[in-house]
C-alpha cells in the first residue's frame, strides 16, 4: 500500500480527476493549499514573484508570497501506483510544462483502516 501525494495548479484540478477516473482510481482527498518553491531560473517564490523576493527572505525582511495549490492524497495498493502517478503528472502539466506545475510523491502506507466495517490492509483501500 501506498498514499500518494500530488500537488497541482487549482485549475488543473478538474483534468487531474479526469485523467484518475480513467486510471479507475476514484477515491481521493483534495485540500486547498499555500507553497513557497524556488523557480527553475533559482528566483524565490517562484515564476510570479518578485525579483527582489528571494533578498528580502533571506534577509528575513518580509514574508515570501505562497502561492494557492491543491493537494490530492490517494491511497492505493500496490497495482494501482503507477498508473496513478502518470494521470497525475500527464493531467498537471501545462503546454508541456511549466516551473508551478507541481509534485507527485509516493509515501509507504503502513495501515489502512476502514471504519465502517473494521476491514484493514489492502482490503480497507
Do not use: H, W
Not at 7 to 16: C, G, H, N
Not at 41 to 51: L, Q, V
Not at 111 to 120: F, M, W, Y
Request: aromatic share 4%; charged share 25%; net charge positive.
Amino acid at each position: 500500500m501506498k498514499l500518494v501525494v500530488g500537488i497541482v495548479r487549482p485549475e488543473r484540478l478538474e483534468a487531474v480527476k479526469e485523467a484518475l477516473g480513467e486510471a479507475q482510481v476514484f477515491r481521493l482527498t483534495v485540500s486547498d493549499v499555500q507553497g513557497f518553491a524556488q523557480s527553475a531560473d533559482g528566483e524565490a517564490g517562484g515564476a510570479a514573484a518578485p525579483s527582489r523576493a528571494a533578498a528580502a527572505y533571506a534577509g528575513a525582511q518580509a514574508a515570501p508570497r505562497l502561492v494557492r495549490k491543491v493537494k490530492l492524497e490517494i491511497a492505493v495498493n500496490e497495482a494501482f501506483v503507477e498508473p496513478t502517478v502518470r494521470a497525475i503528472a500527464r493531467a498537471a502539466k501545462l503546454d508541456g510544462g511549466r516551473p508551478g506545475d507541481g509534485k507527485v510523491v509516493v509515501l509507504p502506507l503502513e495501515e489502512c483502516v476502514r471504519i465502517r466495517t473494521g476491514e484493514r490492509g489492502p482490503e480497507a483501500i
